[in-house]
């Protein structure tokens, strides 16, 4: 059989070349980072329910006219996805204070802000992606002024996006992060919103107790970070209710 070819390997995600040209398969796998890869585990069926829930908000997205790199699920840890290029910055909008926002600045978890904060950072392992202002993003030339007023309308639109969702099954959206990809279509360029949306990039606390459904149970050893993010795929419907209730095959006489 043939070996196809890997592209890139991430900390929680192999890219491979695709079927056809401009198109990559991501490998959702089960590694867990945190702390820039300080901190590292497999955790079984991580990369299943990333890929699932990846899915389903972009395939959401696009439906209300967000653009994405995402074309369709392979199958369970395998999607397709359009070629594009990183501009390398996350997009971080957080909507309660939490994480480096609260060491930062002073805020305890979970105050709401006034109004959601796009922050940037800039996409630098061996930095540990350090936040930038729009100055260096200019100076630099990561991106140019038209570049950010997009990615901005892009972010706030996801979390407009991401936050009903989530409100209507009961979660709050703390903060995400996104990443954003440039496909050329001659001689013009789009910016789609790229990588993943996952419990991994995104802060998720129930509504009514705070629990927290993401990657910070693993980041603060909070229990079982694979039934926190089934929590999040069974309430948006991506997960059959009852597992329990799937018995072994009987033979039939
Ligand atoms: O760590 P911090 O509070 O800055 O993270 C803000 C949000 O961005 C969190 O939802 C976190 O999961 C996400 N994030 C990420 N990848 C990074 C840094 C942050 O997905 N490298």
């Known amino acids: 059989m043939a070996r196809r070819k890997k592209i890139y390997e991430g900390k929680a995600k192999t890219l491979y070349e695709g079927p056809e040209p401009g198109t990559i398969v991501q490998y959702f796998k089960d590694d867990a980072t945190a702390f820039n890869a300080e901190k590292k585990d497999v955790i079984e069926g991580k ?20 653009p994405t790199h995402f074309l369709k699920r392979l199958n369970m840890r395998e999607q397709l996805v359009r070629s594009c290029e990183i501009v390398p910055l996350e997009v971080i909008v957080r909507n309660y204070a939490a994480g480096t926002m609260s060491k930062r600045l002073g805020i305890a978890e979970g105050t709401q802000l006034p109004r959601p904060i796009v922050e ?6 061996s930095l540990g992606d350090p936040l930038v202002t729009e100055e260096h993003i200019a100076a630099f030339g990561w991106a140019s002024q038209q570049d950010m007023d997009d990615i901005l309308s892009l972010a706030l639109r996801v979390n407009d996006f991401l936050s009903g969702i989530m409100y209507g099954v009961g979660i709050k959206l703390i903060d995400f992060k996104i990443e954003i990809g440039r496909i050329y279509d001659g001689d013009f360029q789009r910016l789609v919103v790229a990588d993943e949306i996952s419990p991994d990039s995104c802060r998720l606390w ?9 990657k910070d149970v693993f980041r603060r050893d909070l229990g079982s970070l694979t039934d926190a993010y089934s929590e999040v795929a069974r309430r948006l419907g991506l997960m059959p209710n009852n597992p329990a209730s799937i018995t072994k095959p009987t033979l039939i006489n």
């Open 47 to 66: 990369g299943v329910l990333n890929n699932l829930l990846s899915e389903y908000f972009m395939v959401g997205l696009g439906q209300v006219g967000v």
């Open 206 to 214: 129930d509504i009514k107790t705070e629990q927290k459904l993401d």
């Open 120 to 125: 940037y950072c800039y996409k630098d392992d």
